[in-house]
């Protein structure tokens, strides 16, 4: 059993050493963006008070769950514009918080650790 786990524990971090390319790093970066453009929704527009700080590291999980192994040296800068201009199309979407419900269930299980205290 030993034998099995170094050599899986050794690949894993080969695996989390390896960087980004750029073509991951815009993926990773619009996976971000559009899971932030309906977090700002549900601040501005649903009454969920959102941190952007804990968000960020949250990022982390979302991109290893859609299999990246790191968020490193993506920009927040272009997450961030890319999330607004996200949440601007939302709001020509829907501009009465048409999607408040449907965002709400979708964040139920992570937003005790996404809100501001």
């Not at 050599?7 to 619009?30: D, N, Q, R």
Request: charged share 30%; with cysteine; proline share 3%.
């Amino acid at each position: 059993m030993k034998r099995l786990i170094l050599p899986l524990l050794l690949s894993s971090a080969v695996l989390a050493a390896e960087p980004l390319t750029k073509t991951e790093k815009g993926e990773v970066e619009s996976l971000l963006a559009e899971a932030a453009s309906k977090l700002i929704y549900l601040d501005r527009d649903c009454g969920k008070a959102i941190d952007a700080e804990k968000f960020k590291e949250l990022s982390k999980l979302k991109a290893f769950s859609e299999g990246y192994m790191t968020i490193e040296g993506i920009s927040w800068n272009r997450v961030k514009r890319k999330a607004h201009q996200g949440y601007g199309m939302l709001k020509i979407e829907a501009p009465l918080g048409e999607l408040c419900e449907q965002y709400k269930k979708d964040i139920k299980g992570t937003y005790q650790f996404l809100k501001k205290h």
